[in-house]
């Protein structure tokens, strides 16, 4: 079962073409600009790859008339990001950049479509998110008993590399380090508590990239001893 958080990311990924359809394909005009990021989501994963710093976005533009797409291929395209031309050619109707910004904040990009008769624009914003992960667990209600074996599963979304094997994951239990774990699993056996304290649990993974420092995210996850 998944924790608050990941549950909170599918609602993320559900709404997203809710609140995000023109950052996906927004027409202006006759233009129909989309875009895909590229970076890292576990198998399975049914939403959106997300921007975050460092990614590398590609962008589209078609040209449509009475709702068909024409032929743009002999058409001069200019692209700009941020307000700043970045690159232009004939019939480039591709295009790639790296995200240079964080979390919270957003990439314009603008094509302009010169074709022999007429010029079209088109400005769309590319969303920039970071990092996520999630733990995940098999226990929804947050509650394990004296004796139990917890099993936690670090999941990351949206990191810049091609497999798990490229992050490397910390583990601490009350804001205490455990040495020696740095894997994506967490296997704990629940002792029994002799006080109060004892019997609230918090367990924060820490995971980061291993060939970029500063690309990082962190979970936590509560437990009552019962």
Known sequence: MKNMRFRFLLILILLFPLFFYHAFAQTNGDLLITWHANNYTPQGFQGRALPTNGNIVHVSVEFLLGKKIQNISQATISWFVDGIFFNKGVGM???SFMVTKV???SHSVRAVV???TNKYEGLISIPVFNPIITIENKNPNGIVSPGEQLNLL???YF???LSPSEITSLWSINN???EGTRDAVLILNIGSPKTPEQKNMTIESF???IKNK???AKDKINFSIQ
């Open 207 to 209: 995971v980061q990239n």
């Open 103 to 105: 979390g919270r904040s």
């Open 154 to 156: 670090v999941v990351p």
């Open 114 to 116: 010169q074709t022999k």
């Open 214 to 216: 500063i690309e990082f």
């Open 176 to 178: 205490e380090k455990q």
């Open 159 to 161: 990191f810049n590399i």
């Open 93 to 95: 109707k591709e295009f």
